[in-house]
């Protein structure tokens, strides 16, 4: 057999007889080898299996490693989002009450929403009680200006958190490789460390 394989290169079914088996078996060992030696932006090869006979077609390309690293990219990104929504969970702050509270922002964005509530309810002369929790325990009553110090403290606590998400996400979308990818460590230890070190408050851990 001396003609070139190629896109375009078929074998007749049926593949029945030695010979046919044997040609069957080189057009597929070349077909993978084209493939395993394709470089970025190459054409691959596939095996059609058409009614009447075996064809070689053109499958794609090989993907360019910036391509290829855009999913990768995507997945690290939610990575840190992810990561970050777990370190916030596992780290409440502690309050000048003793106890700690939750800072996940579930728990931001109904904190909020209850002392908004408040106001507008004090607009409309009608009274609203304020009830919080601290982790693991019932909620009990506070005063506006008491929760509201909380929910300052919290949002101050977690906004260098938030930042060093953005600044992975940021660092990540700037990779060009797949060592620089790696080199990224997604970590929020360091912003634990300095809030510790500049404000001096005790976090879970």
Excluded at 14 to 36: G, I
Excluded at 146 to 171: C, D, H, M, N, W
Excluded at 182 to 198: C, G, H, K, M, Q
């Amino acid at each position: 057999m001396n003609e070139e394989i190629k896109v375009g290169y078929f074998i007749m079914k049926p593949v029945e007889t030695q010979e046919q088996c044997d040609q069957y078996s080189t057009m597929a060992t070349q077909l993978n080898d084209h493939n395993s030696s394709a470089l970025p932006g190459s054409v691959l090869w596939a095996i059609d299996d058409k009614e009447d006979r075996y064809e070689i077609i053109e499958s794609g390309t090989v993907p360019t490693e910036e391509e290829a690293l855009k999913p990768r990219k995507e997945d690290k990104i939610s990575e840190s989002k992810t990561t970050l929504s777990a370190y916030l969970a596992a780290h409440p702050i502690q309050w000048s009450d003793g106890k700690y509270y939750s800072v996940t922002t579930e728990k931001q964005a109904l904190l909020t929403s209850n002392l908004a509530l408040y106001q507008i309810s004090a607009t409309a002369g009608q009274s609203f009680k304020l009830t919080w929790n601290s982790t693991g325990d019932e909620c009990v009553e506070w005063n506006y200006e008491e929760l509201a110090a909380l929910a300052l403290a919290i949002g101050t606590y977690v906004k260098p958190f938030v930042s060093r998400q953005q600044e992975l996400e940021l660092a990540i979308k700037k990779c060009t490789t797949q060592a620089e990818l790696d080199a990224i460590e997604i970590t929020y230890d360091p912003v634990l460390t300095a809030y510790l070190a500049e404000a001096g408050k005790e976090v879970v851990s």
